[in-house]
């Protein structure tokens, strides 16, 4: 029988490194081999070579969304500029934004120096408007961004944006330079082999049963490290204690098989932009680096008490409603686009949308995540800002306004289950009102106060 595959983008599971053998002590324990986990290690041992780190993982690098998602190493943050500098300053939100373009650059860099190939290519986004409604979002981006001194962010006419992304109904766009397209299992992979070159203890197999301060909780052993990292995202709620923390939403996704020449001719996509539009129920999509339609979205439901099982990354409802979004937007696709993977995964959603990043030195507990879905480039950002604050290093990264960040708990079941899903129908009947009448929906702008976005 052949191996489960998780995703286009991983394939088969790679055969597993040992488990922890038995109890250790060490500087830096890891709990997580996705991304924020295997960037705190690389830095961590970049920084001081010298450090003990440790890196526990319940099943292989790359596993959870790692392994699974859009392949988006982008510049995007789960908080609007606004929201930030309504709660920070104007000058925090700036500097945030800041870090996170670089943060773009920073990954490539990372790549070329250690040899990992991803196909790394920053193509930039172009997210198109395909109604009015849309358009009217679209300018407002725009807006937003130049009124923070962003000003490579552009309005596209229906010429141009049409000229990046050949979908049907284009009205207008946004492009914005900061992203890259990414093959994101190649990438957690060669991180984890790097860092295990360096001496980075990395044990796959080892679910950690509890956290506490000082201590990772294994069935193998106990690690015990003044530090202890928790690298999580989307499986946090399996953690004891944590089960409010971080709500997993899963995220669903399709591939084609390699498209002719004559089709890209149509869809577009010459330098792999990554795209979207501008609906409220979020869609994603890169043109592969072996010419394939990579094409994901959300709509999968929340499952009751942040339950989370391998079941849950199959739904054919939503593989379907992918399909069919697919061959509206490309009618070159055919109108049942044929596919030949289909996979998902949870992804980490906070109380308040908001990221976040710290160390509480009275425990040694720190942590990263709630990424919302943008977790490729954030997670790199994080484990930078993790490395600097564990080894007391004085850095901008430090000062950033997510550092030190608490989101509060999601609320207790049935409402959590209730809300979350009134919302992910809320969010499709607003995107069906907007293509019906091509207004905007008043309802969406209450989720997405409520949601704090």
Known sequence: MAAPVISFWMGPPPALRPPLP?????????VGAGFTGLWTAYYLSSLDPSLRVVVLESAYAGFG??????????????????????RHGRAAAISFQR??????????????AEGISCDFH?????????SPAQLSRAASTVSSYASFGFDEVALLSSAAASARLGATSVLGGVFTPHCAAIQPASLVRGLASVVAARGVALYEGT???SLRPGAAVTPFGTVRAPVVVRATEGYTAELPGHRRAVAPIYSLMVATAPLPASAWEEIGLADRETFTDFRHLIIYGQRTADGRLAFGG?????????????SFDQSPGVFAALRQTLGSLFPVLGPLPEISHAWGGPLGVTRDWTASVGLDRATGLAWAGGYVGDGVGTSNLAGRTLADLILEM?????????????SRPWEPEPLRWLGINAALR????????????????????????????
């Open 207 to 209: 679910p950690v049963t």
């Open 22 to 30: 038995g109890s250790v002590s060490c500087d830096v324990a890891i």
């Open 394 to 406: 004085p850095s901008e990264l430090v000062s950033l306004p997510w550092v030190g960040h608490r």
């Open 99 to 112: 870090s996170m373009n670089e943060t773009v650059d920073e990954v490539g860099r990372v790549c070329l």
């Open 65 to 86: 969304a790692s392994g699974r998602n859009g392949g988006w190493c982008s510049a995007l943050l789960p908080s609007s500029l606004p929201s930030l500098a309504q």
């Open 426 to 453: 809320a969010t499709a009947s607003a995107d069906a009102t907007e293509a019906r009448t091509g207004r905007a929906s008043r309802r969406a702008d209450l989720i997405h106060r409520l949601v704090g976005g």
């Open 122 to 130: 920053k193509g930039g986004t172009v997210s198109v408007a395909r």
């Open 298 to 310: 959300r709509g999968a439901p929340y499952h009751f008490g942040s339950s989370i099982s391998p």
